[in-house]
RNA sequence: GGGGAAGUGCUGGAAUUGGCAGACAGGCAUGACUUAGGAUCAUGUGCCGCAAGGCGUACGGGUUCAAGUCCCGUCUUCCCCACCA
């Protein structure tokens, strides 16, 4: 006998199923498919302990899959561009491509030291070309269905990477960077645009997806749906600065959007975002100096300087007024930094008393409060002593013909709402409208190590897309890495020079590249057929896989990429490009493994755990198996290196107890038959725990297993058949989990390769029953003895053997009982 | 300020969803084997009590024969969003 040595085993089944393509993914029409995707990494240089505990849970998952009879496609490939290559590039001058591919390299080796069942002929990195060119290839369909658009726009720009951010790579109160961690500062740049905002309805709805609550929560609150009215106020006192500036007798009305169209005759002012552009056209002569002043400091201002003003409201009157529609109030028009441009129309009716906001602002400047909704049974409202903003529920009054109509207060669109909705409606005042938080998808990067975006400018023809036969537009390799917030691909001497598609004059490329969280929103397509030239897949392949039936991953990716790539597959879809309402059925989210200090792991902090040096200690299958075991999947825990050696001493037992020889077998009915139920029990528990991905409890029922059959063993059972079975379907449910020791224990056992090709064994219902149940009498609700009955006793037999128990009689004190409850047959509740 | 999740031994965590709280591990203690052990095995390990027994799932109430689980309130921690009209 040998002991269990997992560094030799290892790597011996690593290359054999490398060589025999056990895990090769194909279409086979004859068996059911399982899409399982787990996210890709980033090629950082190398695997690190968090990519482990994503996987290996994920591996098992699929190969239970697998086991169960589906033909199941586990791909692996890499997001390779992106800013940490080319950071680095700039401080040691090493390329990107170099260190990027570098290190694939290297996590390959890494990724391959798990033993996944990853069909790596279907490998797809984002920075290949042959990747690449289809990226751009659906920049140009999108921008030809009219869902990509160019616009000059404020953005967030780190001054460290020297690029722009996306609102959702913007963390924290002091508003920094996502990636280095420095406050960001705002920026006027033209820049590409993807429509997300045309699918934020579609995009609430998660009919038919298997996706968990939070994440759901979180996109419901990101895409931030609200109802109500836009209402147009039309400009007051026609003034001769407004006839000038515009150069006709009328002024545009202001356009607002409110969630409160029943408060709108409390309207006492209105409020528009600094940037709003009829702020110059309102502004009168004498108010001028004030309110550039007011425009420019809020400009300048970063948004955590508005943080730290601590909500304190500021504000500047323009000089002009407005007419409130419904009344023909003449209220004037302010402006204030805390009407923000991005949501709504960038302009809103200040209703101070109902609404906080407004509230605050009007009792600072001493701006009237008028209160529309009385609640019931309440000493009217006087808008001059109330203290606050009433946003209760309440009756309509001060409101001319609505007067009397209940409403429910904020946050309701009730039925006195949609009335006071229909009412402007019908005077052509208003209507109804849908606001959502959700903006379009800022995609352009001044960076260099990203898919180039495929567009040409013309001074004669304007923007146009790349033709289709000229895909990719490749990325030049020498360029220059200089943190000067320009696209490196800008101070090339030549790459930009070309010639216009439409007129054939010269013409210059765009110089951005694209988020990359545009090569992530696709990759699950790649991998259907890497090697597929004719289109970004093909259409054989996408019609048997998908959708993903199973996609895995941290939640941190909730508002980016998971509502990215839902966004970008339902545009294919319009596009005629993909098929069906979404593109992942399930979801299912890790916690994150932190440091031993329970800390975040970070090089700076020291706490980091290396997965290299723990599988040179303890082999793969230990920390595979330990990473399952030691927390809940989907919360994450801190590591502890003590909890690990509790997982090895398991293996190596398993080992010792399948290896070692025994005597004869020579043991009673009682030890087979209680050994068989053990082992039937335990498949019904780990076959339900791998459905509902609970892996920390599989090990632990394996664990429990193992614990009995060393006592049947102790007892002789070994060599029965009932022995045999045992460590037959022990192996089988082993494979999914550690599958190394699995293939080696099952070829020792003299069985036929490949465990992993066996098929998941099915639970023999009749030998896993209880032939006697032990059940709990509680007397007065107090666990008083526990008595043994067949399992086949009916419930009249369980009251009569509780009731003669001794230790029940004690209790009861020879008083009949009240009442005798069984539940279930799991437990007895006398009363007495 | 809004939304969400969680709170169980010394530690990680179980509890088949209202039915024996603490499975399985780690740690610790005692013992065995050993020149040695980051090896192995055995026993014990929620708290109080000599015991009978009592008490125990953040805290306070409630519903129920029965509550870690359901309801109401409070506290703590974490995550997300945050002037969203």
Same mark, same amino acid.
């Given at each position: 006998m040998s002991n269990y040595n997992p560094q030799e085993i290892e790597p011996?089944?690593?290359?054999?199923?490398?060589?025999?393509? +056990?895990?090769?993914a194909d279409i086979d029409p004859t068996r059911p498919k399982h899409y399982a995707l787990t996210m890709l990494p980033y090629p950082s240089g190398d695997l690190h302990i968090g990519h482990w505990y994503a996987m290996t849970p994920s591996d098992a998952r699929a190969r239970f899959m697998r086991m169960k009879g589906y033909n199941v496609l586990f791909p692996i490939g890499f997001d390779a561009f992106g800013l940490p290559a080319e950071n680095a590039a700039i401080k040691d001058g090493i390329h990107p491509k170099i260190r990027t591919y570098q290190?694939?390299? *290297?996590? *390959?080796k890494q990724l391959r030291s798990m033993g996944a069942m990853w069909d790596w002929r279907r490998e797809a990195i984002s920075s290949d070309p042959e990747y690449y060119k289809w990226t751009q290839w659906f920049f140009i369909q999108l921008y030809k269905h009219g869902l990509a658009y160019r616009k000059m726009a404020p953005v967030d720009f780190c001054p460290h990477c020297n690029t722009t951010l996306a609102r959702e790579q913007v963390w924290g109160e002091d508003r920094h960077c996502e990636r280095c961690g420095t406050p960001v500062i705002k920026k006027d740049l033209e820049q590409w645009f993807f429509k997300t905002t045309a699918y934020a309805e579609d995009l609430l709805s998660y009919e038919g997806m298997d996706w968990p609550e939070r994440v759901r929560v979180l996109q419901t609150n990101w895409i931030g749906r609200s109802e109500g009215a836009q209402v147009q106020f039309p400009v007051a006192d026609e003034q001769p600065s407004v006839t000038e500036k515009l150069n006709t007798e009328h002024c545009p009305p202001i356009t607002v959007f409110t969630t409160r169209p029943d408060t709108l005759w409390g309207a006492t002012f209105m409020v528009l975002a600094p940037e709003h552009p009829l702020v110059d056209i309102l502004t009168t002569p004498e108010h001028k100096a004030e309110v550039e002043a007011y425009k420019l400091q809020a400009a300048r201002q970063s948004d955590i300087d508005r943080e730290a003003a601590d909500k304190e409201k500021t504000g500047v009157f323009t000089g002009g007024y407005a007419i409130n529609p419904v009344n023909d109030? *003449? %209220?004037?028009?302010? =402006?204030?930094?805390?009407?923000?441009?991005?949501?709504?129309?960038?302009? %809103?009716?200040?209703?101070?008393?109902?609404?906080?906001r407004d509230f605050a602002f009007a009792r600072k400047y001493g701006l009237k409060v008028i209160p529309v909704i009385q609640p019931e049974g309440e000493p009217l409202l006087d808008g001059d002593t109330m203290e606050a903003a009433y946003i209760g529920p309440g009756r309509m009054i001060n409101s001319g013909p609505m007067d009397g109509t209940y409403v429910s207060g904020k946050g309701h669109a009730d039925t006195g709402m949609q009335k006071v909705i229909a009412w402007l409606e019908e005077r052509r005042l208003g209507a109804k409208a849908v606001s959502y938080k959700l903006r379009d998808w800022l995609i352009s990067r001044q960076r260099y190590w990203g898919a180039p975006i495929p567009m040409i400018h013309c001074p004669a023809c304007g923007w146009n897309p790349v033709p289709e036969s000229d895909l990719p537009v490749l990325l030049p390799e020498d360029v220059e890495w200089r943190p000067t917030g320009e696209s490196p691909l800008k101070l090339h001497p030549t790459w930009k020079e070309t010639t216009c598609p439409v007129c054939g004059g010269p013409a210059e490329r765009e110089t951005d590249t694209m988020d990359t969280f545009m090569c992530s929103s696709w990759y699950h397509l790649r991998y259907l057929s890497p090697w597929y030239h004719q289109g970004p897949f093909d259409p054989k392949e996408y019609?048997?896989?998908?959708?993903?039936?199973?996609?895995?991953?941290? =939640?941190? $990716?909730?508002?980016? $990429?998971?509502?990215?790539?839902?966004?970008?597959?339902?545009? +294919?879809r319009d596009m005629g490009i993909t098929k069906g309402r979404e593109p992942m059925t399930q979801l299912r989210n890790q916690g994150m493994v932190l440091g031993e200090d329970g800390e975040k792991m970070s090089k700076s902090r020291g706490n980091v755990v290396a997965p290299d040096d723990l599988v040179n200690r303890y082999g793969a299958d230990t920390v595979r198996a330990y990473l399952m075991f030691f927390a809940r999947w989907d919360m994450g825990a801190p590591w502890s290196y003590a909890g690990i050696e509790g997982t090895a001493r398991w293996l190596r037992r398993l080992w010792a107890l399948v290896t070692a020889p025994a005597g004869p077998a020579a043991c009673s009915d009682q030890t087979r038959r209680v050994l068989r139920r053990r082992v039937h029990q335990t498949l019904r528990q780990v076959t339900r725990d791998f459905e509902q991905f609970e892996f920390n409890t599989i090990v632990s029922a394996l664990m429990e297993l193992l614990n009995e059959m060393t006592k049947a063993k102790e007892a002789g059972a070994y060599g029965t058949p009932e022995w045999n079975e045992a460590v037959d379907i022990y192996l089988r449910m082993l494979a999914p989990v550690c599958p190394h020791i699995a293939e080696e224990l099952w070829e020792r056992a003299g069985r036929t390769y490949s465990v992993h090709t066996q098929s998941w064994p099915s639970v023999? !219902?009749?030998?896993?029953?209880? !032939? !006697? =149940?032990?059940?709990?009498?509680?007397v007065n609700g107090k666990l008083r003895d526990r008595i043994t009955v067949p399992a086949d006793a009916t419930e009249e037999q369980i009251q009569a053997a509780a009731l003669a128990s001794e230790a029940v009689q004690k209790f009861t004190e020879g008083k009949p009982p009240?009442?005798? %409850? =069984?539940?279930?047959?799991? +437990?007895?509740? %006398?009363?007495?």
């Amino acid at each position: 006998m040998s002991n269990y040595n997992p560094q030799e085993i290892e790597p011996k089944w690593q290359q054999k199923w490398e060589a025999d393509g +056990l895990y090769h993914a194909d279409i086979d029409p004859t068996r059911p498919k399982h899409y399982a995707l787990t996210m890709l990494p980033y090629p950082s240089g190398d695997l690190h302990i968090g990519h482990w505990y994503a996987m290996t849970p994920s591996d098992a998952r699929a190969r239970f899959m697998r086991m169960k009879g589906y033909n199941v496609l586990f791909p692996i490939g890499f997001d390779a561009f992106g800013l940490p290559a080319e950071n680095a590039a700039i401080k040691d001058g090493i390329h990107p491509k170099i260190r990027t591919y570098q290190n694939i390299e *290297r996590m *390959r080796k890494q990724l391959r030291s798990m033993g996944a069942m990853w069909d790596w002929r279907r490998e797809a990195i984002s920075s290949d070309p042959e990747y690449y060119k289809w990226t751009q290839w659906f920049f140009i369909q999108l921008y030809k269905h009219g869902l990509a658009y160019r616009k000059m726009a404020p953005v967030d720009f780190c001054p460290h990477c020297n690029t722009t951010l996306a609102r959702e790579q913007v963390w924290g109160e002091d508003r920094h960077c996502e990636r280095c961690g420095t406050p960001v500062i705002k920026k006027d740049l033209e820049q590409w645009f993807f429509k997300t905002t045309a699918y934020a309805e579609d995009l609430l709805s998660y009919e038919g997806m298997d996706w968990p609550e939070r994440v759901r929560v979180l996109q419901t609150n990101w895409i931030g749906r609200s109802e109500g009215a836009q209402v147009q106020f039309p400009v007051a006192d026609e003034q001769p600065s407004v006839t000038e500036k515009l150069n006709t007798e009328h002024c545009p009305p202001i356009t607002v959007f409110t969630t409160r169209p029943d408060t709108l005759w409390g309207a006492t002012f209105m409020v528009l975002a600094p940037e709003h552009p009829l702020v110059d056209i309102l502004t009168t002569p004498e108010h001028k100096a004030e309110v550039e002043a007011y425009k420019l400091q809020a400009a300048r201002q970063s948004d955590i300087d508005r943080e730290a003003a601590d909500k304190e409201k500021t504000g500047v009157f323009t000089g002009g007024y407005a007419i409130n529609p419904v009344n023909d109030a *003449r %209220i004037p028009v302010w =402006i204030a930094d805390y009407v923000l441009m991005t949501y709504g129309t960038g302009a %809103i009716m200040a209703v101070p008393a109902h609404d906080e906001r407004d509230f605050a602002f009007a009792r600072k400047y001493g701006l009237k409060v008028i209160p529309v909704i009385q609640p019931e049974g309440e000493p009217l409202l006087d808008g001059d002593t109330m203290e606050a903003a009433y946003i209760g529920p309440g009756r309509m009054i001060n409101s001319g013909p609505m007067d009397g109509t209940y409403v429910s207060g904020k946050g309701h669109a009730d039925t006195g709402m949609q009335k006071v909705i229909a009412w402007l409606e019908e005077r052509r005042l208003g209507a109804k409208a849908v606001s959502y938080k959700l903006r379009d998808w800022l995609i352009s990067r001044q960076r260099y190590w990203g898919a180039p975006i495929p567009m040409i400018h013309c001074p004669a023809c304007g923007w146009n897309p790349v033709p289709e036969s000229d895909l990719p537009v490749l990325l030049p390799e020498d360029v220059e890495w200089r943190p000067t917030g320009e696209s490196p691909l800008k101070l090339h001497p030549t790459w930009k020079e070309t010639t216009c598609p439409v007129c054939g004059g010269p013409a210059e490329r765009e110089t951005d590249t694209m988020d990359t969280f545009m090569c992530s929103s696709w990759y699950h397509l790649r991998y259907l057929s890497p090697w597929y030239h004719q289109g970004p897949f093909d259409p054989k392949e996408y019609d048997y896989w998908m959708p993903v039936d199973t996609y895995t991953g941290g =939640i941190e $990716h909730a508002t980016m $990429h998971l509502i990215y790539t839902r966004f970008f597959h339902k545009a +294919l879809r319009d596009m005629g490009i993909t098929k069906g309402r979404e593109p992942m059925t399930q979801l299912r989210n890790q916690g994150m493994v932190l440091g031993e200090d329970g800390e975040k792991m970070s090089k700076s902090r020291g706490n980091v755990v290396a997965p290299d040096d723990l599988v040179n200690r303890y082999g793969a299958d230990t920390v595979r198996a330990y990473l399952m075991f030691f927390a809940r999947w989907d919360m994450g825990a801190p590591w502890s290196y003590a909890g690990i050696e509790g997982t090895a001493r398991w293996l190596r037992r398993l080992w010792a107890l399948v290896t070692a020889p025994a005597g004869p077998a020579a043991c009673s009915d009682q030890t087979r038959r209680v050994l068989r139920r053990r082992v039937h029990q335990t498949l019904r528990q780990v076959t339900r725990d791998f459905e509902q991905f609970e892996f920390n409890t599989i090990v632990s029922a394996l664990m429990e297993l193992l614990n009995e059959m060393t006592k049947a063993k102790e007892a002789g059972a070994y060599g029965t058949p009932e022995w045999n079975e045992a460590v037959d379907i022990y192996l089988r449910m082993l494979a999914p989990v550690c599958p190394h020791i699995a293939e080696e224990l099952w070829e020792r056992a003299g069985r036929t390769y490949s465990v992993h090709t066996q098929s998941w064994p099915s639970v023999d !219902e009749e030998a896993a029953r209880e !032939e !006697e =149940i032990v059940i709990p009498v509680q007397v007065n609700g107090k666990l008083r003895d526990r008595i043994t009955v067949p399992a086949d006793a009916t419930e009249e037999q369980i009251q009569a053997a509780a009731l003669a128990s001794e230790a029940v009689q004690k209790f009861t004190e020879g008083k009949p009982p009240k009442k005798v %409850i =069984i539940a279930q047959k799991k +437990l007895v509740s %006398i009363v007495v």
